[in-house]
């Protein structure tokens, strides 16, 4: 049965605090932001960092789906190998996929927007190379790593064919592709083999994300459910709209748009 969750940095909280949130909104499940682990001493105090974020999901009863280290996107995957920033981007990955494993999360992604998006062919094999690294580091611990990117559907088939591991995945956002000019539901459709089972779910205006409800921005997004919906997808749909602040009544909105849609109302 599909479940709904959300991205912890769309609730306006920090730390555990955002699983608290997310139960108060209705959401079951979260993807955790790997720097929030590391604003908590995760490296030098490891046991102590893991133990805050697992009482709050043993507390609220909201599971983490997925770890992503966030500050990739500033580093950037492309960073020549040996500099600074692809060891910063190293040290991330590793301390995102101890907090997967530590707090039962099955999947780990790592984004390539702002500074890490994929501009040619040697930007595209250098991050195949991180995140087959990624891959290899996952794969003891039985962990999927998706790639999530402004790519059109080739490229991210030459980006996986580039990586070669078999716990390899694209993690599928239904307004992304849309905002780098892609067909979303086409792209959904044509990468469907190669997609993790969670799928974040936004929708925008003006090019911005996140600031529309379910339906009422630029995504197209009933076209991208209606292919999920034909695959039979029984995943998790993970909200990455707005929530913080004035915001937060969206929430419910947004859930009861995705109740209907799959059709588990």
Known sequence: MVAFGVCGWSLGRSGPDQLERAA?????????????????DWLPDGPAAAAAFADAAERTGVGIAAVSPGRLNQLGLTSPDGSEEARACQQSITVAVAAAVTLGARLVFLPSFRNGQIPDDAGLRRTA???RWACDKAAD????IATENTLDV??????????????????????NPALWGHDVAAYTESLWLHLVDQVHVKDGRDGRMGNAALGDGQAGIEETVAVLRAHGFDGSLISENEYGGWAAGGATRDIAWLTRAFGTA
Do not use: C
């Not at 108060?24 to 908590?40: M, N, Q, W, Y």
């Open 24 to 40: 108060e909104l209705g959401f079951s499940l979260v993807h955790l932001d790997g720097d929030e682990v590391v604003r908590g």
């Open 141 to 144: 611990h039985d962990l999927l």
């Open 129 to 131: 190379e991180v995140v």
């Open 154 to 175: 080739e490229g991210n088939l030459r980006l996986l064919a580039e990586v070669g591991r078999p716990n390899a995945r694209i993690l599928l956002d239904t307004l």
